[in-house]
T-cell receptor, first 114, second 112 residues
Framework: NAGVIQTPRHKVTGKGQEATLWCEPISGHSAVFWYRQTIVQGLEFLTYFRNQAPIDDSGMPKERFSAQMPNQSHSTLKIQSTQPQDSAVYLC????????????FGPGTRLLVL | GDSVTQTEGQVALSEEDFLTIHCNYSASGYPALFWYVQYPGEGPQFLFRASRDKEKGSSRGFEATYDKGTTSFHLRKASVQESDSAVYYCALVDTNAYKVIFGKGTHLHVLP
């Protein structure tokens, strides 16, 4: 029973480059979440999809960050013009319909912007 | 806004010691409370939850009781093992919501 899959596990980009992070939720889970984890800020909510529809992106930085869920089996988080302060672990989580508060996390993508 | 405050920093214990990690919350509604555990290189793993006053959650020998009066959800384990070394997060989700609000995490080191 595969858990949430995230690729790549590690990504290094130069300042100003674009980074795309991928998430495959647990099969049958209709809710997908993205979080960011840093030493200073801890775990922060970024955005939430339910049945592929964007529901809440209140945690997303207004510029440069975007997320999509083109089908039920994957979601992407794209960061344009990456900056060193974007360096973090980006975590994807999924949950069942009607049980959105119990979320299952993937291993994360560690992004390093040089 | 809603928040979670837990034992800060690191806790070092020896095997078979008793563990307590304190967690207090602040929320406008009646939240569900959670404990997650995170091992190096992995995402947080759901440990257990409680959603009503006096409800006890438990898993793998860890337990916590929802206390609305003291707004607390302290994590306890009677006898820790080296394999319990990890970062533990207390968290809440407000009623009818979905956004998990995490505490800052407590790094548990269990020495053999």
């Amino acid at each position: 029973n595969a858990g949430v899959i995230q690729t790549p596990r590690h990504k290094v980009t130069g300042k100003g480059q674009e980074a795309t992070l991928w998430c495959e939720p647990i099969s049958g889970h209709s809710a997908v979440f993205w979080y960011r984890q840093t030493i200073v800020q801890g775990l922060e909510f970024l955005t939430y999809f339910r049945n592929q529809a964007p529901i809440d992106d209140s945690g997303m930085p207004k510029e440069r960050f975007s997320a999509q869920m083109p089908n039920q089996s994957h979601s992407t988080l794209k960061i344009q013009s990456t900056q060193p302060q974007d360096s973090a672990v980006y975590l994807c989580a999924s949950s069942l319909e009607g049980n959105q508060d119990t979320q299952y996390f993937g291993p994360g993508t560690r992004l390093l912007v040089l | 806004g809603d928040s979670v405050t837990q034992t800060e920093g690191q806790v070092a214990l020896s095997e078979e010691d008793f563990l307590t990690i304190h967690c207090n919350y602040s929320a406008s509604g009646y939240p569900a409370l959670f404990w997650y555990v995170q091992y190096p290189g992995e995402g947080p793993q759901f440990l257990f939850r409680a959603s009503r006053d006096k409800e006890k959650g438990s898993s793998r020998g860890f337990e916590a009781t929802y206390d609305k009066g003291t707004t607390s959800f302290h994590l306890r384990k009677a006898s820790v093992q080296e394999s319990d070394s990890a970062v533990y997060y207390c968290a809440l989700v407000d009623t009818n919501a979905y956004k998990v609000i995490f505490g800052k995490g407590t790094h548990l080191h269990v020495l053999p």
